[in-house]
T-cell receptor
Framework: KAGVTQTPRYLIKTRGQQVTLSCSPI?????VSWYQQTPGQGLQFLFE???????NKGNFPGRFSGRQFSNSRSEMNVSTLELGDSALYLC?????????????FGDGTRLSIL | QQQVKQSPQSLIVQKGGISIINCAYE??????FPWYQQFPGKGPALLIA?????SEKKEGRFTISFNKSAKQFSLHIMDSQPGDSATYFC???????????FGKGTKLSVKP
């Protein structure tokens, strides 16, 4: 079974630009969560989607948004990029039904803002 | 209340030794506690997880000990190997869809 796939692996952008990251979950998984990982703040939850609906959102500004498609693939968008947005963005998928379903992570997209 | 505190920040262990990483939490609503292992350039990989109705769970060389009254849990890696050198994260599920609260991580180095 293929794991969680994130594209692209690396991105370099400049301040003020916007970026879209993509995540393909494990086949059959309907929940996709996004996390930001930085050396200072560690792993922080951004949002979670299930069956194309955002069910939960972390404490990030509105510049961070996402969506999920009918095939469970998800995209995350960051607008008006700031230097502080440089981070590893991780996507995790789970079955999403019932309680405490294990989350399985992709290898992330490394975003660097110049 | 939503924090998970993890210690130590870094750990050096000799090959064959026991690695112990500790985590503590405040929120009694947390009901699922996974541990993740992350190698450089890779995403976190689920290692082992426990629920608060169990005091210990063992999978191979990895054991989680859970103390519900103290709100603490720990990961023990027996017979540590150089291949175990990685960053380990504890996490807790606050019963909110898709949201895991992570500790800050422990960088483990196992010396041959």
């Amino acid at each position: 079974k293929a794991g969680v796939t994130q594209t692209p692996r690396y991105l370099i952008k400049t301040r003020g630009q916007q970026v879209t990251l993509s995540c393909s979950p494990i086949s059959g998984h309907r929940s996709v969560s996004w996390y930001q990982q930085t050396p200072g703040q560690g792993l922080q939850f951004l949002f979670e989607y299930f069956s194309e609906t955002q069910r939960n959102k972390g404490n990030f500004p509105g510049r961070f948004s996402g969506r999920q498609f009918s095939n469970s693939r998800s995209e995350m968008n960051v607008s008006t990029l700031e230097l502080g947005d440089s981070a590893l963005y991780l996507c995790a998928s789970s079955s999403g039904t019932g309680g405490n379903q294990p989350q399985h992570f992709g290898d992330g997209t490394r975003l660097s803002i110049l | 209340q939503q924090q998970v505190k993890q210690s130590p920040q870094s750990l050096i262990v000799q090959k064959g030794g026991i690695s112990i990483i500790n985590c503590a939490y405040e929120n009694t609503a947390f009901d699922y506690f996974p541990w993740y292992q992350q190698f450089p350039g890779k995403g976190p990989a689920l290692l082992i997880a426990i629920r608060p109705d169990v005091s210990e769970k063992k999978e191979g060389r990895f054991t989680i000990s859970f103390n519900k009254s103290a709100k603490q849990f720990s990961l023990h890696i027996m017979d540590s190997q150089p291949g175990d050198s990685a960053t380990y994260f504890c996490a807790a599920d606050p019963q909110e869809q898709g949201n895991l609260i992570f500790g800050k991580g422990t960088k483990l180095s196992v010396k041959p």
